[in-house]
T-cell receptor, first 117, second 111 residues
Framework: DTGVSQDPRHKITKRGQNVTFRCDPISEHNRLYWYRQTLGQGPEFLTYFQNEAQLEKSRLLSDRFSAERPKGSFSTLEIQRTEQGDSAMYLC???????????????FGPGTRLTVL | QKEVEQNSGPLSVPEGAIASLNCTYSDRGSQSFFWYRQYSGKSPELIMSIYSNGDKEDGRFTAQLNKASQYVSLLIRDSQPSDSATYLCAGPSFNAGKSTFGDGTTLTVKP
């Protein structure tokens, strides 16, 4: 399978615990995105990377959230001191962006569903 | 005002009919738009991309972009029950960065 993969697919945790999610993008894709989606809403942007550089982070994202892409391949998203409001589907997407191309087709992984009790 | 607005749903059409999904955006600098299909409990799947004014056809799907009026639409011809899903419009994509999604329109195709 050469698509975007995410692990775990489901995570149930207690409030106050830390959780970490992993995303493996499509091979050779240089951009990687994290989104969050709740029921009835579209995906909400969290952050994105070009190679290992984090280029943008949503202003709505609290400092409990951190993401890394240390070698420009897989990425991790960590949520510290989880709250019930963090319950959502966390989606990862990747894209291949040659220089000078203004568009950006993103391909999504299956998501990680987080439930905070 | 949200950056990307989709027509409120849900939308229900009979099998074989044309389904029309609409999306408006607020920023005239937007260059590219995307339509994603999302089945219940699944992640979004890219079905159409459009970058230029006019129509773009792919099988039963036609995307239309009108930059002057700031709207983008998706037509699904010969709708099938398997088309029943939520359709998400995404854009703009400044400097090919993040995408901003609408909240989706849920389509039901009745046999």
């Amino acid at each position: 399978d050469t698509g975007v993969s995410q692990d775990p697919r489901h995570k149930i945790t207690k409030r106050g615990q830390n959780v970490t999610f992993r995303c493996d993008p499509i091979s050779e894709h240089n951009r990687l995105y994290w989104y969050r989606q709740t029921l009835g809403q579209g995906p909400e942007f969290l952050t994105y990377f070009q190679n290992e550089a984090q280029l943008e982070k949503s202003r709505l994202l609290s400092d409990r959230f951190s993401a890394e892409r240390p070698k420009g391949s897989f990425s991790t998203l960590e949520i510290q001191r989880t709250e019930q409001g963090d319950s959502a589907m966390y989606l990862c997407a990747s894209s291949l962006l040659p220089a000078g191309v203004p568009y950006n087709e993103q391909f999504f992984g299956p998501g990680t569903r987080l439930t905070v009790l | 005002q949200k950056e990307v607005e989709q027509n409120s749903g849900p939308l229900s059409v009979p099998e074989g009919a044309i389904a029309s999904l609409n999306c408006t955006y607020s920023d005239r600098g937007s260059q590219s738009f995307f339509w994603y299909r999302q089945y219940s409990g699944k992640s979004p799947e890219l079905i159409m991309s459009i970058y230029s004014n006019g129509d773009k056809e792919d099988g039963r799907f036609t995307a239309q972009l009108n930059k002057a009026s700031q709207y983008v639409s998706l037509l699904i011809r010969d709708s099938q029950p398997s088309d029943s899903a939520t359709y998400l419009c995404a854009g703009p994509s400044f400097n090919a960065g993040k995408s901003t999604f609408g909240d989706g329109t849920t389509l039901t195709v009745k046999p």
